[in-house]
Each structure stands twice: as C-alpha cells, then as structure tokens.
C-alpha cells in the first residue's frame, strides 16, 4: 500500500529552518504531488533543495474540481504511487486544504504520514498566554459589519463560559477592519492575542486586553495575520 505524506511548508519564505530535514527526504519518495497552488510549492521544493528534479513529479491541484481531484488522487493510489499533499502555507488539512484526500486516502486503508512543521494557529496559541487547554479554530469570521459583530459577540460569550480561546483569520486586507470591529464589539478586560508573520524575522506575537489594544493601534494591513479572543478567568 503506497503512502500518503502531508507535507509543511514554511509560513515565511526567510524561515527555511523551520522545515526538518526529513520533509523534503519523504517528498522524494513521491511520484504525485497534489499542492494547493503549484507554483508555491514548485518554489518551495526549489529552495529547499536547488537540485531538485521539479518535473519529474506528476502534479494536481487541490481545490479546483474536487471530484475530478479526488478521482485521479484514488486512481494515483490504486496504481501504487506514494503522494506528497503540500498547501501554500503550514500544514494540509489544518486551515488548509487537503482534509477531503486524506478522507478518500483514509477510506482506502492508505498509510498517511503527517510530517512536522509550523502552524500558526498553534505557534501563536503556545505564545499567547492564554488557555491551551480548551481552544477553537473559527476559520473566518462574516464579512457583513453586522454578522460580524453579532459574531464577535458569540464568540466572546462562549470563551467567557467554557474558558476556551476563539483562533481566528482575516483575508489580509481585511485585517484593520477586523481588529476595528473587535475593539468596538469587545469588552475592554477581554483578551486579544495578534500574531504576526509568524516564523518571519519580523515576527510579533503580543497579548493585550481590548482596552489596551485601544490605545495602541497596529497596522495589520496586508500582513499575515491570526487573532487569538480570551474572554475566560
């Protein structure tokens, strides 16, 4: 049975240590390489290996025609064939598309392998201060001012409640309206965690509450942003 390995890739492009050795080691033992967005992860392989043969690789998409995806990466496996699964960014399946082959890969008795590599939903948790314990990825949050602070809302109750931390993401040039929408939505004394280019040189993880963050607006426009709400004791 062939195996199937999810592969990291790097949240910055200056941060090429943060991928073990043994990553690119399991990507070439694939024939197929089903990426997120192929030129990402063409120039991925590049720089961690310049020698790389790049096409030597039979390549697919993820995300575009799913069924037809899944079908060739079914196919890919009943021909034996190891598969690499590689998104723009962190790891597959976590925030990140790749779940719904590692699904069909699951139904089919595959050996999945996921490899280690930086995520920013649990970077940014480990370095926030705030309850690793009990913690929730939201993905995104509406984009309606309306349905977004309703939202906000939502979320701040439940962490109040249950004492858990809402992880969540904002399309990057929606960053300062996000964060707006927080400081007016949110109690002064709740908490908010923003990390920035995470595993970049310019990275900045800091915790303050609502009230503090009021007094001290960051520029988030166009930066990789993830957001961390406490609202717990």
Not at 45 to 65: C, G, N, Q, S, T
Not at 77 to 93: F, L, Q, V, Y
Not at 109 to 137: D, H, R, T, W, Y
Request: proline letters at 5%; one cysteine or more; aromatic letters at 8%.
């Amino acid at each position: 049975m062939p195996t199937v390995y999810l592969v990291p890739s790097f949240l910055a492009e200056d941060a090429r240590e943060t991928i073990p050795p043994y990553v690119l080691d399991s990507v070439k033992k694939c024939s197929v390489i089903f990426a997120e967005n192929e030129r990402t992860a063409r120039r991925f392989l590049k720089a961690m290996d310049r020698e790389i043969v790049i096409d030597h690789f039979e390549w697919y998409a993820i995300h575009k025609a799913e069924e037809d995806q899944v079908e060739a990466f079914r196919k890919c496996i009943k021909e034996e064939k190891n598969i690499a699964i590689i998104s723009e960014a962190g790891c597959p399946g976590v925030a990140d598309p790749g779940q719904i082959l590692v699904a069909a890969a699951q139904e089919m008795n595959c050996v999945i392998k996921p490899l280690v590599g930086p995520s920013s939903i649990l970077l940014a948790l480990m370095a926030s201060g705030l309850n690793g314990q009990q913690f929730e990825f939201v993905g995104y949050l509406p984009i309606d001012g309306m349905e977004r602070s309703k939202k906000i809302k939502e979320l701040e109750s439940h962490s109040s409640k249950y004492n858990s931390t809402k992880i969540f993401i904002e399309t990057p040039y929606r960053n300062n309206q996000l964060f707006d929408s927080l400081c007016q939505h949110a109690q002064d004394k709740t908490k908010l965690c923003i990390g920035i280019n995470i595993t970049a040189e310019s990275e900045s993880i800091l915790t303050r509450t609502i009230g503090q963050w009021k007094n001290k607006k960051p520029e988030l426009h166009k930066l990789p942003v993830i957001f961390l709400l406490y609202a717990g004791v």
